[in-house]
């Protein structure tokens, strides 16, 4: 046996990844829910913030939040 390089490695594993996750489309449209209503949620929050100190710092902070909504997205 010998090791593949990276590229053919990545196809396969995609090809597999994808299959599970097609089989099983109950988990895929959680997983958007969970990541796309959230992030819509918090940016129509903070939309149009003034461009002042605590404005900046309101925006920093939703993308830091838009942020931890996709990270921590439960992955099975």
Known sequence: ???VGFSTQFVECFKRVWQQY???PTY???KL???I???LFIG???FKADNSQQGLQNQMFAVFMIF???VSVPSA
Request: proline share 5%.
């Open 22 to 24: 097609w089989r099983s």
């Open 1 to 3: 046996m010998y090791a």
């Open 28 to 30: 895929i449209y959680s």
């Open 68 to 70: 931890m909504c996709v």
């Open 44 to 46: 129509f929050s903070f």
């Open 33 to 35: 829910t969970m990541s």
């Open 37 to 39: 209503l959230p992030t």
